[in-house]
């Protein structure tokens, strides 16, 4: 496999509106971020990911971008921009930046030319229908609840938004609309960025005729379905992946990752493989979907371990050799991790970095949320009015509205919801956990008293400096990048246990994923003269026999085999 700069790489996500307000207008903003650029450089990461920045009428957080190369006025200026690329570039780090190319906003020059009328120029950068029978041409549901079509009075048709009515769909088999999307991606790469992380990109291309799921309307009040099998991996989603590498990509020495809604690891290989020229590696959900019960996100399940451990192992395996996996457990859009899959009361710490073990070790590239080097966790927030994510708000009116419990609803906020990620970075004790002098567009976690940046560094035994110390051992040892991943005792219900191998060494990977201790074999199959403890999350006699390993709640163990 080929050695690349991104695969020995650690990347940071940042969430620039929760990260640090540096005006007190409760904010997170582009000089805040400058003013914790230390602090990053200090954790070790090698790649900052900065989600959307660009202008934006925020309906999504700017997810709905206006105009593609200006930065949001409520977040800075495009020399406070440069300022934060030369302040990573001289600290050694990279950046790669958000696009958001399935949609624009409805303020962007294009939407507002497009809809003006079905002649006008722009039209065609959209997605537009007359509908049926006064009904949407089709049955497709938005993300965001309701119909994935919106009528425009002005302009007499219906137009495509598979997330926010602000957020059209653009119209990728349109040429000049490509284009336009390409030489935007070249200005950008011209000042120097290191690549994208590309927002839903495999939804851009849509099925001709735009099928209904459930067949014909039938002019009764519509319901609405997931539409995926027209707009997931659609019929050109590859040559339009190709023409960009061609035309744009190609061209730098460049990360890209594109978030695949619904992908499996088949289908991800074709966008992967490194023979193919598209992406470098996707983020897949299968791993964020283990607790979605058959109703989706909201049904939430409890997840089980064997899903867990066969889910990663099927892309480790699958991609192994061909493509590059990408490694994450929250984002911005989902629940935090040490809430979801660890025990953020009983074992937070522990349990915080077992599941960092897990991710810093497998095959791919780790993403690190911010707040997660420091175990932040979910938030239960009284009333709905506290929530601002444009999800939540409209899946608890439209369940409401369908005769579900408020209670219920709130449950599944409090488990599931994407502000959980949202709430502002814990960096200190003080007022607003430091996060902002004014009011935080999103309210703190209360339990930032304890969880915080600043308690993290004067505690040699926290979880921020283990995520130090496992991002310092990527860079020590080859076979934490390249090593292949095989599997140990997939039967045993408490413990995920793996070999990694590269050459003549292994790596023996060892989690306890529960807060009651748990007994570990290993098969007799692993042969080795030597071992050598890399890191742990407790206190550990190196020289201990590895044949039954008892382990404590939540205890990981990385030995270096020879
Ligand atoms: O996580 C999700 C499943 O319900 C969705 O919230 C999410 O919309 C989906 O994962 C796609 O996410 C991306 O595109 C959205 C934006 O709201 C998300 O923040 C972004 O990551 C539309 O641009
Ligand atoms: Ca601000």
Known sequence: MDKKWWKESVVYQI??????????????????????????????VDVVWLCPVYQSPNDDNGYDISNYQSIMNDFGTLSDWEELLAGLHSRGMKLIMDLVVNHSSDEHAWFVESRKSQ???????????????????????????????????????????????????????????????????????????????????????KVPGLPSVSGESNGEQPTYHFGGD???????????????????LSKYDIMTVGEAVNVTPEEASLYVSEDRNELNMVFHFELMDVDSGPGGKWNVQPWKLADIKS????????????????????????????????????????????????????QGTPYIYQG????????????????????????????????????????????????????????????????????????????????????????????????????????????????????????????????????EEQLLVVLNFFGEPATFDLPSTVKFQAKELLISNYEVNPEEELNTIQLRPYEARVYKLK
């Open 311 to 362: 889910i990663i192992s099927k892309w480790q395996v699958a991609l192994d050799g061909k493509g590059w996996n990408s490694l994450y457990m929250n984002n911005h859009d989902q629940p935090r991790m040490l809430s979801r899959f660890g025990d953020d009361k009983l074992f937070p710490k522990e349990s915080g970095k077992m599941l960092a073990t897990l991710l810093h070790t497998l």
């Open 119 to 205: 002649d006008n120029p722009y039209r065609d950068y959209y997605i537009w229908s007359p509908g049926k029978d006064g009904q949407p041409p089709n049955d497709w549901g938005s993300f965001f609840s309701g119909s994935a079509w919106e009528y425009d009075e002005k302009s007499e048709e219906y137009y495509l938004h598979l997330f926010s009515r602000k957020q059209p769909d653009l119209n990728w088999d349109n040429p000049k609309l490509r284009k336009e999307i390409y030489d935007m991606m070249t200005w950008w790469l011209d000042k120097g960025i290191d690549g994208f992380r590309m927002d839903v990109i495999n939804l851009i291309s």
């Open 15 to 44: 969430y620039p509106r929760s990260f640090k307000d540096s005006n007190g207008d409760g904010i997170g903003d582009l000089q805040g971020i400058i003013s914790k650029l230390d602090y990053l450089n200090h954790l070790g």
């Open 372 to 503: 997660e080097e420091i175990g932040m966790t979910n938030v239960q927030f009284a009333s709905i009015d506290d929530y601002k994510d444009i999800e939540i708000v409209n899946m608890y009116k439209e369940y409401l509205a369908a005769g579900h419990s408020e209670e219920k609803i709130m449950n599944s906020i409090y488990i599931k919801g994407r502000d959980n990620g949202r709430t502002p970075m814990q960096w200190n004790s003080e007022s607003q956990a430091g996060f902002t002098t004014g009011t935080p567009w999103l309210a703190v976690n209360p339990n930032y008293q304890d969880i915080n940046v600043e308690n993290a560094l004067a505690d040699p035994d926290s979880i921020f400096y283990y995520y130090k110390k496992l991002i310092e051992l990527r860079k020590q040892h080859e076979i934490i990048v390249y090593g292949s991943y095989t599997i140990l005792a997939e039967e045993n219900e408490q413990v995920y246990a793996y070999l990694r191998t590269l050459g």
């Open 230 to 248: 027209y707009f997931v991996n659609g019929p050109r989603v590859h040559e339009y992946m190709q023409e960009m590498n061609r035309e744009v």
